[in-house]
């Protein structure tokens, strides 16, 4: 018999540190180095701070570490509810750790990039600011990818948490509304040509729903757990 209390810690631990490494690695390092539509500004920010881009992509790859183990413990917290669903959920977030790990490597094709390495002598310095920037872009598009099977699993682990007795519904219907969030702006991104002219308002509908029902459900995790027993599989 294994305390759910002590994978809801657990899980609940994971989830914190992916908030804090994934917030601090897209919005204080890649947002303060990336400027939209503009790869010698971009190129340029990004030689002048190689540290800065290591530390976010350290972070990054933190992130992905916590994700996998969140994986493992989410499905562990659920199956009691439903196996398959569990199960289901878990697979579909391990698609987008994956997929996520595919984008970092791009991160690196930039941190290479931006090097100083001999050969890239070969490129004049349009050609390098380009590449560089096409990098980038690449890391972007894989992540929206990813975030497609995200937010899949958010639908699926909402409707588990709204089927079980020991987190409040609210929680769940908040990681549905949020799962709407991220398909709507992942396909807007892929399909909607104007997408930059409505970009706030589709960050607040990923963000707000988001924040608030995954943060709420780190919260419960860390805070309150479970005292509940898993019966074994």
């Given at each position: 018999?294994?305390?759910?209390?002590?994978?809801?810690?657990?899980?609940?631990?994971?989830?914190?540190?992916?908030?804090?490494?994934?917030?601090?690695?897209?919005?204080?390092?890649?947002?303060g180095l990336?400027?939209?539509?503009?790869?010698?500004?971009?190129?340029?920010?990004?030689?002048?701070?190689?540290?800065?881009?290591?530390?976010?992509?350290?972070?990054?790859?933190?992130?992905?570490?916590?994700?996998?183990?969140?994986?493992?413990?989410?499905?562990?917290?659920?199956?009691?509810?439903?196996?398959?669903?569990?199960?289901?959920?878990?697979?579909?977030?391990?698609?987008?750790?994956?997929?996520?790990?595919?984008?970092?490597?791009?991160?690196?094709?930039?941190?290479?990039?931006?090097?100083?390495?001999?050969?890239?002598?070969?490129?004049?310095p349009a050609?390098?600011?380009?590449?560089?920037?096409?990098?980038?872009?690449?890391f972007n598009?894989?992540?929206?990818?990813?975030?497609?099977?995200?937010?899949?699993?958010?639908?699926?682990?909402?409707?588990?948490?709204?089927?079980?007795?020991?987190?409040?519904?609210?929680?769940?219907?908040?990681?549905?509304?949020?799962?709407?969030?991220?398909?709507?702006?992942?396909?807007?991104?892929?399909?909607?040509?104007?997408?930059?002219?409505?970009?706030?308002?589709?960050?607040?509908?990923?963000?707000?729903?988001?924040?608030?029902?995954?943060?709420?459900?780190?919260?419960?995790?860390?805070?309150?757990?479970?005292?509940?027993?898993?019966?074994?599989?």
């Amino acid at each position: 018999m294994t305390s759910l209390n002590n994978i809801a810690k657990i899980a609940g631990a994971g989830y914190l540190v992916i908030f804090i490494s994934g917030i601090f690695a897209n919005f204080f390092v890649l947002e303060g180095l990336v400027v939209a539509g503009d790869a010698a500004a971009t190129a340029t920010r990004i030689m002048d701070n190689g540290s800065q881009l290591r530390v976010g992509i350290l972070s990054f790859f933190i992130m992905v570490i916590f994700d996998l183990l969140l994986v493992w413990a989410l499905y562990l917290l659920f199956r009691p509810v439903n196996k398959d669903v569990s199960l289901l959920a878990a697979l579909l977030r391990l698609v987008n750790v994956a997929i996520f790990g595919v984008a970092l490597y791009h991160l690196v094709d930039v941190m290479q990039l931006s090097g100083d390495a001999e050969y890239l002598s070969a490129f004049n310095p349009a050609q390098l600011n380009a590449q560089l920037m096409l990098a980038v872009d690449a890391f972007n598009a894989t992540w929206l990818i990813g975030l497609v099977f995200f937010g899949l699993h958010l639908i699926f682990l909402g409707c588990l948490i709204i089927k079980s007795s020991y987190v409040p519904s609210i929680i769940g219907m908040l990681l549905i509304v949020a799962a709407a969030g991220y398909l709507i702006d992942s396909f807007a991104h892929l399909l909607l040509p104007s997408y930059d002219d409505y970009a706030t308002i589709f960050m607040l509908i990923v963000v707000v729903p988001g924040v608030i029902g995954e943060l709420s459900l780190t919260i419960l995790l860390l805070v309150k757990g479970f005292r509940h027993k898993m019966p074994a599989a």
